[in-house]
């Protein structure tokens, strides 16, 4: 049996401490939350004192080893831009990989998140669009 995995690592901000706050209550609940779990790792990292609601001191560093549910991700950071930075975007990007060699067991995809939409592609999806176009050339 092999095992899949999706991995990715991503730096967001900076951001003020009272974002800084929204976004460990938000996260804290989704990892909490058994039936549909985070699944990833993330800390709030923070570059000075908090105590200046104006001046953005803090990042968070979201990452996973084995998966995260980049659903749930998106879905709070989409929050988090409309809530404190509506002008701002998010992107994170992700490898899919596979403890044995398997032919749907590797790839990847990125997202570029707004408060209003994500934009998204995976490596499979762009493959499958890229032949269609190049057979549609073909047959002119």
């Not at 570059?47 to 980049?70: D, I, M, Y």
């Not at 709070?76 to 509506?86: D, W």
């Not at 701002?88 to 590797?106: A, H, L, V």
Request: glycine fraction near 8%; hydrophobic fraction near 35%.
């Amino acid at each position: 049996m092999a095992d899949y995995y999706t991995q990715f690592s991503a730096v967001i901000g900076p951001f003020s401490a009272k974002a800084a706050t929204w976004l460990t209550d938000e996260l804290t609940r989704a990892t909490a939350d058994e039936d549909d779990t985070l699944g990833c790792e993330w800390e709030i990292q923070t570059q000075g004192p908090l105590n200046n609601p104006q001046v953005p001191t803090a990042t968070l560093w979201v990452h996973s080893f084995e998966w995260g549910n980049l659903n749930l991700l998106d879905d709070i950071l989409t929050k988090y831009l409309e809530k404190f930075a509506p002008n701002e975007s998010i992107t994170i990007e992700w490898g899919n990989s596979c403890s044995k060699p398997r032919p749907d067991g590797f790839g990847g995809g990125a997202m570029v998140i707004t408060a209003t939409k994500t934009y998204s592609m995976n490596t499979s999806n762009w493959i499958d669009k890229t032949l269609k176009g190049l057979k549609k050339g073909a047959k002119k």
